[in-house]
Structures are given as structure tokens and as C-alpha cells.
């Protein structure tokens, strides 16, 4: 079948989530997005989740510079719409995944086989393109990227770099979670911390990221996981997805380093901090075997100092950061997707609601209660080829709330698409979106 390389230059109007100032609400509001510029690509975000990551943006008061409005989400998965000068790596049409973790190719990180912090990471705490303008305005407003990604949008520009091609089957609304949480967790057992076979492993926090570091334990043959949460709700889902017993610090008098002595005799071989918080990551290091113990700080403690006793390091432990899971992403993400449709992993089990976008203020509450569980929330964007709005979350998740595209007002849209998208032999339905023209 022909593809049409799209070279847009019209401005799409369409809706997001807008954070206008620290510890408001999210807005739905239409906003306007640009057409992409040299080596960008617009992509028309089919589903993203939601982070831990945004949580703690949400309540810091600093961590954006003062750039609002803003336009967060970075766990998305999406179809080119459009791609500007010079890029060709992917089209119109294509499957991407989103990476908050670009990979540039030649910055000496990404030249280093043992490295996957590439230096082009940076551009994110600009908030705006390479060329320091945003592609997004609301109200006439210029409005502020995030995490070289911005996907609580139905429409948003990232730069080529940031974003990775996705077998043309893949399942987006599942395989959005590769584009962080998955990733991040999983990788920090199998390639940070490099579990072994028979080990003893502890995963501090049980959220989307911390039940894939679960995953990534039992994938690397431990032969127990201990989930720990304050939250005991998780625990049956953390189980499901490997954790061999759960604890909760809560129920114990003592700290919760010693209760992991007692229950392994001499600490364990690997642990995840998984929640972002300076005093769980001392007590997660001390969790450790005190000499061949490897901690990893999975958890963003941005901006917070760690209080740790010299005296934990001196018997030979050793505490380690990881971003994205150690994954160099370009060029692992594409084989992550290929894995999951091979069935080698599941991300079923981390899925626990699927939203409209307007609901993403409920999401917040769920993430700060706890309530329902959550692993993790997708919202979703979804068009099945025409203008109608058709309820797509109802398989997906037993727990979903039905949605259409954000309610768009239909005017927004015109019927059917200048723009091509690739049909695959057995594309599932869902999938075959077809993208509507901007007006
Ligand atoms: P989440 O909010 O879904 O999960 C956090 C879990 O920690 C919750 O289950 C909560 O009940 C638990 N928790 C909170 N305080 C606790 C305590 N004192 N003791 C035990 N458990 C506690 O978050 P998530 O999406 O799973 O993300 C987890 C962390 O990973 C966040 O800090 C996020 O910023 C970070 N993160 C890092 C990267 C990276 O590349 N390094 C990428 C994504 C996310
Ligand atoms: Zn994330």
C-alpha cells in the first residue's frame, strides 16, 4: 500500500490537559498545534498513562521553572500525522512510542554501549522545542512542553529523536506503558541491577513502575520478591505479577530494614526504591546484604537530599540510580514492543482503568488516595475512522469508564482524512484509526 509522507502545515486545533499554575487542576481546553518543524513530528496520541512521575511535578511548587501553562503526560503512544524537514526515521502513519529519554545517537552517552543517558535528556528542562519556541498555544497563550513528549494532548510535536517506531499490530493503549513505567521498572531489575538467578529481591513501592520491577525480578529467575507498600491493596496485584510475599512498613514496630533481616537472615541481594521519597531509600540500602547488596534508586527524589550512614557503604554495598530502565531507547524500545507481541511479557496486570482524558482529575485523586488499586491509568484517544465517538474502553478494563475523544465539539473535525494511515493485514480495528483533518 502507498503512503502519503505528510509534510502538514496547518495548525491543529484540539484538546488537552492544561495545568495553568502549580497545584491547580488540570483544564480541558482546546488548544492549537503547530506544524512540526525540522527533525519534529506531530503525532496524534492515541493513549498515555499516567506516572508517578507526574504526581510529583503536580506537588512540587518548583520543578517547572514557573513554565505554565503546561502541557504534561510523557508515557504515550501515538500514529505520525505529520513530520517536518529532514526526518526520516519515521512517517506518516507509523506506530511511535514517545520517549521522555530521547537518543540522539552521537552524544558520547549515546556512543557508550554501557550508557542511555543522552545528553539531549536536557532539552526537557527547557520546556520548549530545540529551537526555543512551543508548538502549543492556548488563548493565545504560548504553552509549555513537557518531557520532550507532552501527551495528555491529542495532538503534540516531538522531536524525531524522541520518539520510537512500534511494530505496525502493536496494541497502543497496552504499549504506551512501554514508553515509561514498564521500561523503567523492568529494566532496573534486569539490566541496572542485573538480577540473578536464585536471589532475594525487595521492591519498595507498588505502583505501575514498582510491579514491573517485579516482573523484571521473576523474568531474571529470583527466586523471592518481597513487595513493600504502606498501601496493602496492592498486594494482590503485586503478587500476580510475581511478588512472592508482601509487607506492609505499617504493621511493624520496628524499622522496616530489620523485618527484611529477619525474614532473609542476612538482607537481600537487590532492592528498588520505587517511590521517590529520601527516607525509604536510606531504609531500602539498608535493606541490603551488607556486602554484596545492590540498591537501586528507581524512585525521582529530585530536588531532596538523602541522609545515608557512611557506615552502610563500608562492607561493600553499593546503591546505583537508573533512568528508563537502563534502556538505550530508540533502539530498545522497538524490540520491547516486538517482545510483548510475542508474548513474552504481559502488560495486562498494570492496567488497572482506562479514562476519557477529561477525567484526569479523578486519575490525580486515585494516585493520591490509592483508591481502586490503581497500577496504572490510560487515557485514551481513539477514532475508528469516523467522526462518530465510539466507546473503545469497555475490553479493555474491567474497572473502565467509557470515552469518546475528550468530547470534541464534531465541527472541530472533518470527515475523513487526507491523511493515510498503513492497514495492515489484520490491524485490530481499534487501531486502524484514521486521523481526522485539522479544520
Ligand atoms: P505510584 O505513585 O503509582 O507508586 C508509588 C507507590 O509507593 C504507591 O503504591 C504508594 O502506596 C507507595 N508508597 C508511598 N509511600 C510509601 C512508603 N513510605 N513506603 C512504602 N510504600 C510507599 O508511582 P509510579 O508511577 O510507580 O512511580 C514510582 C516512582 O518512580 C516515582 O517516584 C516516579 O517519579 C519514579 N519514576 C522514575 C523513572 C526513572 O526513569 N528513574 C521513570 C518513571 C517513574
Ligand atoms: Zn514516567
Known amino acids: 500500500m502507498g503512503l502519503k509522507v505528510m509534510k502538514s502545515s496547518q495548525v491543529i486545533r484540539c484538546r488537552a490537559a492544561i495545568l495553568w499554575k502549580p497545584g491547580a487542576p488540570f483544564s480541558i481546553e482546546e488548544v492549537e498545534v503547530a506544524p512540526p518543524k525540522a527533525k519534529e513530528v506531530r503525532v496524534k496520541i492515541v493513549a498515555t498513562g499516567f506516572c508517578g512521575t507526574e504526581m510529583k511535578m503536580l506537588k512540587s511548587k518548583t520543578l517547572h521553572h514557573d513554565h505554565y501553562p503546561i502541557i504534561m503526560g510523557h508515557e504515550g503512544a501515538g500514529i505520525v500525522e505529520s513530520v517536518g524537514e529532514g526526518v526520516s526515521t519515521v512517517k506518516t502513519g507509523d506506530k511511535v512510542i514517545t520517549l521522555f529519554l530521547p537518543q540522539c545517537g552521537e552524544c558520547a552517552s549515546c556512543l557508550n554501549s554501557e550508557d542511555n543517558f543522552c545528553k539531549q535528556f536536557k532539552q526537557s528542562e527547557t520546556n520548549l522545542m530545540s529551537d526555543g519556541t512551543s508548538r502549543f498555544t492556548c488563548k493565545g497563550k504560548l504553552v509549555y512542553h513537557f518531557g520532550n513528549t507532552s501527551t495528555f494532548s491529542e495532538y503534540t510535536v516531538i522531536n524525531e529523536i524522541s520518539v520510537a517506531k512500534a511494530d505496525a499490530f502493536a496494541p497502543l ?122 540498591c537501586v534508586i528507581v524512585g525521582l527524589t529530585i530536588g531532596d537530599q538523602l541522609n545515608i550512614s557512611g557506615h552502610l557503604f563500608l562492607s561493600g554495598r553499593s546503591l546505583k540510580g537508573s533512568i528508563f530502565g537502563g534502556w538505550k531507547s530508540r533502539k530498545d524500545v522497538p524490540k520491547l514492543v516486538s517482545d510483548y507481541m510475542a508474548k513474552k511479557y504481559n502488560l495486562d496486570p498494570l492496567i488497572t482503568h482506562t479514562l476519557n482524558l477529561d477525567k484526569i482529575n479523578e486519575a490525580v485523586e486515585f494516585m493520591k488516595t490509592g483508591k481502586w488499586q490503581v497500577a496504572r491509568t490510560i487515557f485514551m484517544s481513539e477514532y475508528l475512522g469516523s467522526r462518530e465517538r465510539v466507546p473503545v474502553a469497555a475490553a479493555l478494563s474491567a474497572a473502565s469508564i467509557s470515552l469518546g475523544p475528550y468530547h470534541l465539539p464534531v465541527s472541530c473535525w472533518l470527515p475523513v482524512a487526507s491523511v493515510s494511515i498503513p492497514t495492515p493485514e489484520g490491524f485490530c480495528q481499534q487501531q486502524n484509526a484514521v486521523l481526522p483533518t485539522p479544520d
Open 173 to 294: 493503549e497496552k504499549v504506551c506503558l512501554i514508553s515509561c513505567g514498564f521500561s523503567t521498572g523492568f529494566g532496573a531489575a534486569v539490566n541496572t541491577a542485573k538480577v540473578t538467578p536464585g536471589s532475594t529481591c525487595a521492591v519498595f513501592g507498588l505502583g505501575g513502575v514498582g510491579m514491573s520491577a517485579i516482573m523484571g525480578c521473576k523474568v531474571a529467575g529470583a527466586a523471592r520478591i518481597i513487595g513493600v507498600d504502606i498501601n496493602k491493596d496492592k498486594f494482590e496485584k503485586a503478587k500476580e505479577v510475581g511478588a512472592t510475599e508482601c509487607i506492609n512498613p505499617q504493621d511493624y514496630e520496628k524499622p522496616i530494614q530489620e523485618v527484611l533481616f529477619e525474614m532473609t537472615g542476612d538482607g537481600v541481594d537487590f532492592c528498588f526504591e520505587v517511590i521517590g521519597n529520601p527516607e525509604t531509600v536510606a531504609a531500602a540500602l539498608a535493606s541490603c546484604h551488607e556486602s554484596h547488596g545492590v
